[in-house]
């Protein structure tokens, strides 16, 4: 009887295994398919970028303020919606005289295809990234949440002014085996994105900003990830801040941060 119910128990935990590993996109990527709204309609002006990435097509929108940017971030968003939820940040990026590009990654918004690993969420952005650097302007660029792994890689990986975090984790294994400690992630996880690794090798200044009371991201992530970054770098600590921070206080950072050309220290 016992070796029936250890066997059943075995089984049922080998399906469990089976199961996250097929359907692992599902547990943390939440895409949001279409777009309700552009920055025309909040009176920004902005290029769409229709952009080949592998066997998908992606959506980005270059956002300018007036009379124009001599400073650009590109910004990689986290996983759950799309561009047009990012609009309010852009618009107070704009409105500091700084241009934004934001992108869809494939199966987001009105960008085709399908993510099934961590290569092509890089691909995404390095694609966009080549676009915006056509421009040959200075380029910062921004991960929130999930997209601070993104962000991270190509700060590793191209020249860049500096890099910003918010709300980041320290690797995607650390923070989903918070969550599901009884299960082998390092073995089933087709996704790594280990963003405390790729600071230690970055050399270009990071601003990490995290709020104390992130309830999806916790707060040690981002301690972790400040604690990690090279000099020069800069913390912002949202006090009473939750996972999504209010778009002019994020935006009054970066600003801060960019027109000190990165220093370092605490803002």
Not at 28 to 51: H, V
Not at 167 to 196: I, M, W
Request: a negative charge; glycine letters at 12%.
């Amino acid at each position: 009887m016992l070796v029936g119910t250890t066997l059943l128990g075995l089984l049922g935990y080998l399906l469990l295994c089976g199961a996250m590993w097929h359907w692992q996109t599902r547990f943390m990527l939440f895409p949001r398919i279409g777009l309700d709204r552009s920055p025309k309609d909040l009176g920004l002006t902005f290029e769409e970028w229709q952009l080949p990435s592998g066997k998908a097509q992606l959506v980005a929108w270059k956002i300018a303020p007036t009379p124009g940017a001599s400073q650009w971030v590109l910004h990689c968003h986290g996983n759950g919606g799309n561009i047009d939820g990012r609009l309010e940040l852009a618009r107070e990026l704009c409105q500091r005289g700084i241009g934004v590009v934001l992108f869809d990654y494939r199966g987001y918004g009105r960008s085709t295809g399908l993510i099934s690993r961590e290569s092509e969420l890089l691909e995404d952005a390095q694609v966009v990234y080549g676009r915006l650097a056509q421009l040959q302007q200075p380029i910062w660029i921004y991960g929130e949440s999930l997209g601070g792994g993104v962000a991270s890689y190509l700060a590793e990986k191209n020249a860049c002014k500096g890099l910003v975090l918010q709300s980041t984790f320290t690797s995607f294994l650390e923070r989903a085996g918070e969550n599901y400690p009884f299960l082998p992630l390092s073995v089933l996880s087709r996704f790594q994105l280990d963003t405390r690794a790729r600071l230690s090798r970055l050399t270009c200044p990071v601003l990490v900003i995290h709020g104390n009371r992130d309830e999806v991201i916790g707060f040690h992530h981002g301690q972790a990830l400040f604690a990690a970054a090279k000099e020069p770098k800069t913390w912002v600590e949202v006090d009473g801040g939750l996972h999504d921070l209010p778009e002019d206080v994020l935006a009054q950072a970066v600003f801060d941060w960019i027109h000190s050309d990165g220093r370092a220290g605490v803002l």
